[in-house]
Each structure stands twice: as C-alpha cells, then as structure tokens.
C-alpha cells in the first residue's frame, strides 16, 4: 500500500490550497480516508473524515466551513481543499486509509501559512 501526498507550499493568510494524496495497492474503493495535520511541536490531529463512498464526512471545529474533503475513486484519490488559510494552519499534512484492521499512512507534506 502506498499514499502519496501532494500539493503542500507557501502560501499567504487567506489563501488556497488543494491537497491530493493519491493511493495504490489497495481497494481504494473500500477505505475511508482522512487528512490529519501535525503543527510544529504539537501532537497529531484529525482533519477531516470521508467514507468510502464519499457520502458521509467529518470535519475538526477549527477548519469547518474553510475545508473540503473529497475523493474520486476512479483516480483512487482524496483530496482536501483549504481556504481561508490561516497561520495556525501551518503544519505537516498526512492522509490515511482505514479499512478493517488496516491502517495506512502517507509520508506527509509541508504546509505554511505565512506574509
């Protein structure tokens, strides 16, 4: 199983951006994905959840109505759209997998909100 993240960078306060994470050797189909963010010095949090099928989704207090999670999966890809980025948005982004007792990770992307 691999998820490869991309999509992370510099941007300003109030910009864009849209993560990918794009997923292979799996069923993609069958795993919920999600975004988990680690800011510098701080534990791991969640982000956003989305199910399998892409009708359910979750998201932390701290990004609702700023972020979108969504997948394709005919492109075994989820995304994660950021707007209205704020400074304490500045972290490493990782997405995972979830399926039954497997859990997988991505390697992560940088990103930093700053003027």
């Known amino acids: 199983v691999q998820l490869v993240e991309s999509g992370g960078g510099l941007v300003q306060p109030g910009g864009s951006l849209r993560l990918s994470c794009a997923a292979s050797g799996l069923t993609f189909s069958k795993y919920a994905m999600s975004w988990h963010r680690q800011p510098p010095g701080k534990e791991r949090e969640l982000v956003a959840v989305?199910?399998?099928?892409?009708?359910?989704?979750h998201y932390a207090d701290s990004v609702k109505g700023r972020f979108t999670i969504s997948r394709d999966n005919a492109k075994n890809t989820v995304y994660l759209q950021m707007n209205s980025l704020k400074p304490e948005d500045t972290a490493v982004y990782y997405c995972?997998?979830?399926?039954?007792?497997?859990?997988?990770w991505g390697q992560g992307t940088q990103v930093t909100v700053s003027s």
């Open positions: 989305i199910s399998s099928g892409g009708g359910a989704t």
């Open positions: 995972r997998g979830v399926y039954g007792s497997s859990v997988d």
